[in-house]
């Protein structure tokens, strides 16, 4: 069982950046696919973001360029900065674990969520 709990939602300027961090708890965490999810209102769920457990990445072509995520494998913790944000980044924000074995997803969890909307 993994728990997350995400942080650093909130209300941003178009143009601005914000930093999201998720802190996970559990067992193994670390051979994890930890990412970010979002889901705008009337959307399905999307990619962000992911980072595997040997550190590659993959990003959104939406926020490639503008988003960097990071992960401390000793604190078990991922974060995402987010740059030159638009209004279209507007969504809920979703931290997420996922055990990938042999190409397979076998389990996912799923933070709580956190808010960040881009307006003026």
């Known amino acids: 069982q993994v728990q997350l709990v995400e942080s650093g939602g909130g209300l941003v300027q178009p143009g601005g950046s914000l930093r999201l961090s998720c802190a996970a708890s559990?067992?193994?965490?670390?051979?994890?696919?930890m990412g970010w999810y979002r889901q705008a209102p009337g959307k399905q769920r999307e990619l962000v973001a992911n980072?595997?457990?040997?550190?590659?990445?993959d990003y959104a072509d939406s926020v490639k360029g503008r988003s960097t995520i990071s992960r401390d494998y000793a604190k078990n913790t991922v974060a995402l900065q987010m740059n030159s944000l638009k209004p279209e980044d507007t969504a809920v924000y979703y931290c997420?674990?996922?055990?990938?074995?042999?190409?397979?997803?076998?389990?996912?969890?799923w933070g709580q969520g956190t808010q960040v909307t881009v307006s003026s």
């Open positions: 997420n674990a996922q055990l990938v074995v042999s190409g397979i997803p076998v389990h996912d969890y």
């Open positions: 980072i595997t457990s040997s550190g590659n990445t």
């Open positions: 559990g067992t193994l965490i670390n051979i994890y696919t």
